[in-house]
């Protein structure tokens, strides 16, 4: 386990953690390269399906960041995937991955730093909880589902 | 030419000079359908900035954030591009002008140059210039993505000419070209000549004549460019190592002490020396040294201080306080060795200290070039003693010529944001001396039909940018196109230099002619900036727009992990295969457009909200003016004078009157904003009204932003609580309604950065400094006798601020520099107070019994109403609750949400005078959006496909706009021109029955698969 990297993706709004992202990127900060960025226009764009095969395609962490409560561009979009990542942690707990491989963060376009640091310490929790135990599966099964 | 036809010869304006400003005031009257004339007298566009390696504060590759504009500047239908051209002569008044204008022969024909290079790499021994570090060549490009991208060539007799024209493919060299007069006519003029850097060879003790590796700062940029004379590698010029320790040397010929030198402050060289110690030590980390000698930092622009403390904090540069006398080189063995050693006597110590560097560069400031003066002279625009175009308090960009107006250094000394926001307010007051525009036939450009790609294979075309250093300085471009060579489907991986480069856009557009490319990916930096330049670019090839995908290497990648780079390299290969599976399943989408409303919401009726509110209403806008108080004005009214003396209540009472007196203008006082929909072009925003509150909606196209700052009140040394104790702004009043009272002041103490530059309020307030040293000054003209210490940190009066300064310290008043971690501390005593504190000089602590104190309060956001509105309009604030723009170095009025812009303190602290460029310039930019007919509202709404529809009602019920309906046919139905594109109803349909384009499900499936298809 000592040389596991885990894989994470990060679904970030355009308007606030996408742009936080890249201004992570002016600021110069540093963050783990395991995360990875799909742009979305809102965080409720975020569906479930796209999270649920994240996981069992093999990502170890999936995190969905939208802005600030009450700074959604679209209203409440952010609540939507607020509540949809609390419902998909309870079916992960119930399925045996675990709910706490996924995670919804808040941030405004401003917070560079923010992002860096959510980015460092869910790479840190997820290197904790080790590898998706998807992967685990014996590979013909996987193939087979 | 069908061309000429289209320019209305007085209906234009003439701009001079091709800089920053230029290519903004440029571009911005371009972008209103103004046609306009832009001259130069160099080789290609782009002036000053392009010599540059990265700007502050972004510390960004200048040609990446330029070379956008270059090109956009380059192929503006609306814009007439004359390089090596001066303006010689001119007739006329504001509206008529005829401008007599002098080309100088190029000895190339621009039509037929491709800018291949072969005369160069044949003739080399002399190319024109590159500052101080080059050399000479019979052909001119001063940096590799010149507009226009050509060739230039000095004539001399030992030029082989007949050898030279042989050797162009182009045959476009001319060896008769000649000098050309023209006169054209104009309505009015901009000036943005820019300026030049000062030549330290007038000071001898710093040595740089003498001593190679005595460098100025614009020379050490070239050295750090990838594009400079060692394509970015440090090394020093006298034996090419790799220096161990720089020092910087700051006010080399500013802030006048040496000959040779100017009086005022060229405000831009303390952020850029940090910048270049920041970016050698973000380069090149443990293994150099930094220490820059300051006098005052002075880094008062918005989050400048930021900066600083980050240059401090996180980059371990050394700032010592000292003016050194002199740089002298070290011997070794009689010979001067490279090495330089530099003695100075450090405020608060009392011996001279003398250390070796390996190299030291000269923060050399600013001139006018007197061919700017000559020009000047020429067509009758007076200069300001320090040879500045004269401008006035109250309308920082007319010069004393009426329909000439200034723009940029030429004003006075300042950075590139500034810049941006004068050449706005220029072009703004420029379109003003034109004929209203009515019906304008936009000139289109012709673009190739787009070609039907449906039923093709997907071919992909793959371009790796390197973006300078920024992205190839970390990981190996040809290892990540040769990667993405190998993945299905794609037909073609290179790497491309600067991808944005006029010359890379063309390339890209002729591979995928020549290649039948049907899909692109970019692996670039952010789509954010860029995407729009690359769709642009593979429309131009015949595709349709939405069939480009950029991967973002840049600013998610390579930037932020920079110490990993083989990590940062894999991960690079992932955002290709991300972004290759992507554009795969890319189809072709059409815009929805919809008419624009004309009208404006201008909130905040202070200076800014005002003067913003008159332009546009001059121009012919129906502008709605919110304020929340009873009355107009805002915090101006409770000023009375400014640094140069004029008086504030009348321009203010002057403001008011014609605010209220326009019939183009509707006043909303007592009003508020309490809700807000729509987009650009159509927006309505909700207000309450008077003491009843009543309810009003405003039907809008865009929104200015004027909400101003607060006078800041911390409680501290006694404000409020002893009658000595006032605030600056309360002391200016005090001085006006008072005078007799100061007349038997004794000593007067202020002291600065009260409640600024703190860790609650970490930011300068920027007014303070020369609030302090304006009121100074009006105590002693009252009181000629009073004593005045003024105790502060960095004393910050840029540009010809410190004319004052200095004036206040030949009348006699002290400033005392304390330390923060030592504040002046404060005693009442009966109806004095009682302040001491270290002087530094002295070295001992001091008490002095004031009659007056003065505290710096500065200003504070209006974190009350920017917390309302930015949620009511969601839009961004920094975290000390200033409005945050799209972007800080070339886009600073305008917000990240289109049709938003922002004008004076509710962007951060400044003076009058930058409010009022600032409200200008915002009327200027909100220009370019009303002068659209149509709003674009992009491609991404949402689709309903009826047949798998069950009309549950779930879209109809999760859409935050209210937007589906079900329809007769019985599913739910979406009109795109109401949708906003978030996606809600697509994740949230059960039948998966909406997609949003540019956003399906399969796309985002594919960048999953494609991430995870290179990790298993």
Known sequence: ?145 | MSEQKRFQPSNRVLVVGGGMGGIRAALDLAETGRDVVLVDKGFAIGGLMTQLDRTFPTNNCDLCTLSPHLSASGRKLHIQLMAMTKLCGLDGEAGHFKATLTTAPRYIDLMKCTGCGECFRKFPESVRFIPGLDHRAPTCMRYPQGTPFAYSIIKDERTDFAGLAGVCPAGAILPDDAEKVQEIEIGSIILAPGAEVFNPQILDSYRYSRHPNVVTSLEYERILSASGPTKGDLVRPSDGKRPRKIAWIQCVGSRGIQEGSVPYCSSACCMFALKEAIVTRERFYEDVETTLFYMDMRTSGKDYELYLQRAINDYGIRLVRARPHSVESVMEAGTPAGDLLIRYLAQGEDSLKTENFDMVVLATGFRVSPEAKDLAAKIGVDLNEHGFARAGSFDPVATSRPGIYVCGMFESPKDIPDTMVQASAAAAAAAKDLTPLRVVAQAREELPPEREVAGEVPRIGVFVCDCGLNIGGVVNVEEIAASAASLPQVVVAETIGHGCSRESLEHIQATIWSKRLNRVVVGACSPRTHEGLFQEAVRRAGLNKYLVEIANLRDQDTWVHRDLPSAAAAKAKDLMRMAVASVRLARPLADQTLPMNKDVLVVGGGIAGMTASLRLADLGYKVHLVERLKELGGVAKQMRRTLEGEDVRAFVDDLIKRTEGHDRIKVWKQAMVVDHSGMAGMFRTGLQVGPQMFYREIRHGITILATGALPHRPDEYYWGRHRAVRTQLELEAFLEDHSEDVQVWDKVVMIQCVGSRVPENPNCSRVCCQAAVKNALKILEINPKAQIVVLYRDMRTPGFEEDYYRQAREKGVIFAAYNPEARPVVEPEGGKVAVRFTDPILGRELTVSADCLALSTGMIADEESTEDLGMIFHLPRTPDGYFLEDHIKLRPIDLPIPGFFVAGTAHAPKTIRETIAQAQAAAGRAQTFLARDSINLGAAVARVYGELCAACLICVRSCPFGVPFINEEGYSEIDPSKCHGCGVCASECPAKAIQLRQYEDDHIMAKIDGLMEGIR
């Open chain 1, 1 to 145: 386990m000592e040389n596991f990297e885990p894989v994470i993706l990060a679904f970030c709004c355009h308007y606030c953690a996408y742009t936080a992202a890249d201004m992570a990127g002016s600021m110069r900060l540093r963050y783990p390269p395991n995360v990875k960025i799909i742009r979305v226009p809102c965080s409720g764009k975020v569906d479930a399906i796209h999270i649920m095969k994240s996981l069992e395609k093999g990502a170890d962490g999936v995190y969905v960041a939208g802005c600030l409560e009450g700074d959604c561009h679209f209203k409440n979009g952010n609540g939507r995937a607020t509540h949809r990542v609390e419902y998909l942690k309870k079916l992960l707990d119930e399925i045996g991955i675990g709910g706490e491989r996924v995670e919804m963060f808040a941030m405004s376009a401003g917070m560079g730093e923010r992002f860096a640091q959510t980015a460092t310490d869910f790479t840190e929790k997820i290197r904790q909880l080790g590898p998706n135990p998807v992967k685990a599966a014996p590979q013909n099964q996987r193939a087979a589902g």
